[in-house]
């Protein structure tokens, strides 16, 4: 059994990676939305935040009734509580990665949890 898993995916409008990585400890999705488009719902969470890496284009979301603008290069943090929804402007395309983990789970990170071999 291999330590890791890698895959390749295309431009579909969302790719969710949980089962195609055998993640354990977070979900994390591809979204792909073309100009003018929008994520159909507003969403809110019971434990997880999210991190959204904005990859490229532009948008917005709307997070508790406040928009913020979104562009390449930006990362947004939202609390799991917050009503959220996504779109693209309407002339720009926009890419962005979400990370989602279970709010308050960090236990460690970086030099914390390495372990230096060799």
């Known amino acids: 059994m291999s330590n890791y898993n890698k ?3 295309g431009q579909d409008a ?4 949980h089962d195609k990585l055998s993640l354990t400890g977070a979900e994390i999705s591809v979204n792909n939305l073309p100009a003018g488009a929008g994520v159909p719902f507003v969403h809110s969470h019971k434990q997880n935040e ?3 890496a904005i990859l490229s284009g532009r948008g917005k979301a709307v997070i508790d009734g406040e928009t913020v603008e ?4 930006d990362w947004v943090r939202i609390s ?6 996504f779109s693209a402007a309407a002339d720009s395309a926009i890419s962005y990665i979400c990370i989602q983990v279970k709010s308050g789970s960090l ?4 030099a914390e949890d390495a372990e230096i071999h060799g």
């Open 7 to 9: 895959v390749s995916i």
């Open 14 to 17: 969302r790719t969710e990676l």
């Open 50 to 52: 999210e991190i959204y």
């Open 70 to 73: 979104l562009n390449a290069g």
């Open 80 to 85: 799991p509580e917050a009503k959220r929804q």
């Open 107 to 110: 236990g460690a990170y970086t």
